[in-house]
């Protein structure tokens, strides 16, 4: 286990009031206390998605949700956020470059009272270079968005309901 993370605690505008030293006092907030985070939609060409079932221990244990998503730490961008939890979780060593910002969502939730942005990552192929971090992830899945989106309606209590809500906010915003 490694040294304790610390991380920023915001008021509703985003700004930060004071900072919590691990996850635990993180998701034990005041009521008007929020934090932030970030998911990362992977695409694959040809119209697919990864997605990763989350380790047992992690929050949301058990669902499926974004390739990646993950904390921010006290002092770090949103930006450098993913590029991180990108490398932690699956392995891929990506630049600020190839993110794009799809929107900031704003607590709720779903989304346990975070700030989230979220980022898409265009990946070439079935990426031989993922390496699963098995602490986090316990398995990964690539498949059509079509029917990714399927599977979510019909089995809405398997996935995270933070990924629900995203994957809505993606579709409308790229009209997919």
Not at 28 to 51: D, I, P, Q, S
Not at 68 to 81: D, K, L, Q, T, Y
Not at 102 to 110: H, K, M
Request: aromatic content about 8%; overall charge negative; glycine content about 6%.
């Amino acid at each position: 286990m490694g040294p304790i993370e610390r991380f920023a605690v915001v008021n509703i505008n985003n700004v930060v009031t004071r900072y919590v030293e691990g996850k635990e006092a993180l998701h034990n907030l005041k009521k008007g206390e929020y934090h932030r985070a970030v998911h990362v939609f992977v695409e694959v060409n040809g119209g697919r998605f990864l997605m990763q079932l989350k380790a047992t221990g992690t929050e949301n244990e058990g669902k499926w949700s974004s390739s990646v998503s993950g904390h921010v730490r006290a002092g770090e961008s949103f930006e450098a956020a993913a590029i991180r939890e990108t490398e932690e979780e699956i392995g891929l060593n990506i630049k600020q470059s190839d993110l794009e910002k799809v929107a900031l969502i704003r607590p709720c939730e779903e989304t346990g009272n975070e700030f989230v942005t979220l980022y898409t990552y265009l990946m070439d192929d079935d990426d031989e270079r993922l390496k699963i971090n098995k602490d986090e992830v316990t398995e990964v899945l690539i498949w059509k968005l079509d029917d990714m989106v399927k599977n979510v309606d019909e089995n809405r209590i398997s996935y995270s309901p933070a990924f629900i809500i995203l994957l809505n906010i993606f579709l409308e915003l790229y009209k997919v």
